[in-house]
């Protein structure tokens, strides 16, 4: 991945962001039990660790929309490694949180109302599903942490397709290992548009153990 920073610039960025968690007290809050995503250090190690490792199968993306990005972890971790990123996330409360989270860690992500990259790293309150496109075209999708509800939605990967550029490519990051993957992408309630190539990737000793990447047909 390329981007504004060199490699040995983007470690020390991360590094400092992830001193400056531990520093902070954080009170996030969710309404869902699994509690995770409340510890803003672990996850960014977690994803940091995700990204290096598909790094050299990504191509060279310059724009990333991030689905259901939660408090933002991830998008503004795709912004430090040099692409472009906006995240979508429907539930308002999360929203304010993470806004309010990396302003205090000094990180300036910002709310905008469209999708608009030049505002990189931003978030935007919207239901994926209702959004409307036009010919908007990005070069990565990803879901990190999946939601089951989600990624068995017929319409969340027909959408995807659609939004993605010529050899755009899919990020997919969960916590199950990679037989209960690979035993998902294979049943018939996995909706995988038609045409796209799949690569399971295992990430050992990390919260995310399976990446799996879905890489479109050219066209």
Not at 64 to 71: E, P, V
Not at 195 to 202: H, P, Q
């Amino acid at each position: 991945m390329r981007g504004l920073f060199n490699q040995k610039q983007q470690d020390e960025r991360i590094e400092e962001l992830l001193e400056k968690t531990v520093k902070i007290k954080t009170n996030l809050f969710q309404e869902t039990k699994d509690k995770e995503q409340l510890n803003p250090q672990k996850r960014l190690v977690s994803i940091n660790n995700v990204l290096n490792a598909v790094k050299g199968k990504l191509g060279r993306p310059k724009t990333a929309i991030n689905i259901g990005s939660g408090f933002a972890y991830e998008t503004v971790l795709l912004h430090i490694k040099g692409i472009k990123a906006v995240g979508i996330e429907k539930v308002h409360l999360k929203n304010i949180q993470a806004l309010t989270l990396f302003h205090r860690l000094e990180i300036l992500l910002v709310q905008t109302e469209e999708l608009d990259f030049s505002k990189s790293p931003a978030i935007l309150e919207a239901d994926f599903h209702k959004m409307r496109f036009d010919k908007q075209k990005v070069d990565l999708i990803t879901m990190f942490y999946l939601s089951k509800e989600l990624i068995m939605n017929p319409e969340t990967l027909r959408r995807c397709e659609k939004l993605l550029k010529k050899n755009g490519k899919i990020l997919l990051s969960t916590e199950v290992n990679s037989k209960v993957a690979r035993q998902i992408l294979n049943s018939k309630n996995f909706p995988l548009p038609k045409g796209f190539s799949v690569e399971i990737i295992k990430i050992p000793r990390n919260f995310e153990k399976t990446v799996v990447i879905l890489k479109g047909r050219s066209r």
